[in-house]
């Protein structure tokens, strides 16, 4: 069983804006700082965003600093990423993911401490 499942993306013009959901399926991720990484064809993953496990600070790479809105709803199990001014360069597969370390206190933005994946939604931004 997929533990989180990601869903929203789609095909849209540069300057548009999606938002992408990310459900836990099975177990509560309440307790675990939550990030957003994407992947785009023939790059590595990179790291877009991240909120941690309570919702009270969030952390964004520079590619999309006010740009991307992360945000959480802990009583429903859901993190959000709003995306916003969408340029033809954030096209990838956008994944969520779960630090495997509860209440970890110092945000992580490397993929290594992410236990939990979704499958990944694909995010297509055409110019």
């Known amino acids: 069983q997929v533990p989180l499942v990601e869903s929203g993306g789609g095909l849209v013009q540069a300057g548009g804006s999606l938002r992408l959901s990310c459900a836990a399926s099975?177990?509560?991720?309440?307790?675990?700082?939550m990030g957003w990484f994407r992947q785009a064809p023939g790059k590595e993953r990179e790291f877009v965003a991240g909120?941690?496990?309570?919702?009270?600070?969030?952390y964004y790479a520079d590619s999309v600093k006010g740009r991307f809105t992360i945000s959480r709803d802990n009583a429903k199990n859901v993190v959000y990423l709003r995306m916003s001014s969408l340029k033809p360069d954030d096209t990838a597969v956008y994944y969520c993911?779960?630090?495997?370390?509860?209440?970890?206190?110092?945000?992580?933005?490397?993929?290594?401490?992410?236990?939990?994946w979704g499958q990944g939604t694909q995010v297509t931004v055409s110019s």
């Open positions: 993911a779960a630090d495997g370390t509860l209440y970890r206190g110092t945000f992580k933005d490397t993929a290594e401490v992410y236990d939990y």
């Open positions: 099975g177990r509560s991720f309440s307790r675990n700082n």
């Open positions: 909120i941690n496990w309570s919702g009270g600070s969030t």
